[in-house]
């Protein structure tokens, strides 16, 4: 039977990283406090690395019509887009803060988010490293995005 795997790397904490990997993950963190989640109360921050290094931040923005939340994922990709149109993210550190719980182990960005950075990547042709990690805990790291998205939706078959 076929059988797809993914390969990811663990590093016990953010100090293992490469200090530009810091960096970002720092960044997504620092876009925390920004959050508007009031309903749910997660924080969730992602950091995207555009291919000339700029760093662009989103977080999470929620409503009270509940489906009109938007993810911090799509959010950083929008202000990335905004400072360099038509330039690659390279890379996303993602990292979240709940109020009910000490989330200790890496945050996985939700089916749509998947679907949207799965598209960006393959809109530029160049794949985005995701940087993962909870509050506290170890931290993962992913070649690209599309590797969490196996068998995903493509414009191949429009
Ligand atoms: N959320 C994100 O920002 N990104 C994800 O990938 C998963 C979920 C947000 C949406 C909502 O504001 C809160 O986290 C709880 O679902």
């Known amino acids: 039977m076929p059988k797809l795997t993914i390969e990811y790397q663990s590093y016990p904490s953010p100090s293992e990283l490469p200090v530009a990997d810091q960096e970002l993950l720092e960044a997504a963190t620092a876009a ?22 700029t760093i662009a931040t989103g977080w999470n923005t929620e409503n009270a019509a509940y489906p009109m939340c938007l993810c911090a994922e799509p959010a950083a990709l929008a202000a990335a887009a905004n ?5 690659p993210v390279v890379a996303m550190a993602i990292t979240v803060k709940s109020n009910g719980q000490v989330v200790d182990s890496p945050a996985s960005p939700c089916g749509s988010c998947r ?14 490293r ?10 993962y790291e992913l070649r690209s995005a599309s590797d969490l998205l196996p068998f995903g939706f493509s414009a191949d078959l429009l």
């Open 32 to 53: 925390l406090p920004n959050s508007y989640s009031p309903y749910s109360k997660f924080r969730v921050g992602a950091a995207a690395c555009l291919q000339d290094g």
């Open 83 to 87: 400072l360099r149109p038509g330039m």
């Open 115 to 128: 679907q949207q950075l799965s598209e960006h990547e393959a809109r530029f042709g160049h794949q985005m």
């Open 130 to 139: 995701l940087i993962l990690r909870g509050e506290n805990g170890p931290v």
